[in-house]
């Protein structure tokens, strides 16, 4: 993983933000969707790894909608048990990654994007 390329990790499950940061992922990392969004809003990213399904409040959903209307340019990586890949893609999503995660996947993902 490139050290210069700042990283989001959008996850509600404890035990997958644990997981990815193993990988390598890790530089801020947001429990819910309004975290999510104040973390975006004071800083850049490179690349979000985002959940969909984040609990209460603000969905994965409309964090992709605002990542992709405020900072098109930022990778998001789908994360999800859901079937949701055609929609997630169609808003803007670089790519769909599904739960449980393949970590040979994993391991493609973060070098071809970090």
Same mark, same amino acid.
């Given at each position: 993983m490139d050290k210069t390329k700042r990283v !989001?990790?959008?996850?509600?499950?404890? /035990? $997958?933000?644990? /997981? =990815?940061?193993? /990988? #390598? &992922?890790?530089?801020?990392v947001a429990k819910d969707g309004e975290s999510a969004?104040? /973390?975006?809003?004071n800083n850049s990213y490179h690349c979000v790894f985002l959940d969909l399904n =984040? #609990?209460?409040g603000v969905? #994965?959903?409309? &964090? =992709?909608?605002?990542?992709k209307a405020d900072t098109p340019k930022t990778k998001v990586i789908i994360v999800s048990g859901s079937?949701?890949?055609?929609?997630? $893609?169609? $808003?803007?999503?670089?790519?769909f990654l599904a739960k449980p995660i393949d !970590?040979?996947?994993l391991k493609k993902v973060i070098e071809q994007y970090l």
């Open positions: !989001l990790i959008v996850e509600d499950d404890i /035990f $997958m933000r644990n /997981f =990815l940061k193993r /990988f #390598g &992922v890790e530089k801020d969004l104040e /973390f975006l809003k =984040l #609990g209460d969905n #994965g959903f409309e &964090v =992709l909608k605002s990542i079937d949701t890949k055609d929609e997630t $893609m169609r $808003m803007g999503a670089d790519y !970590l040979l996947e």
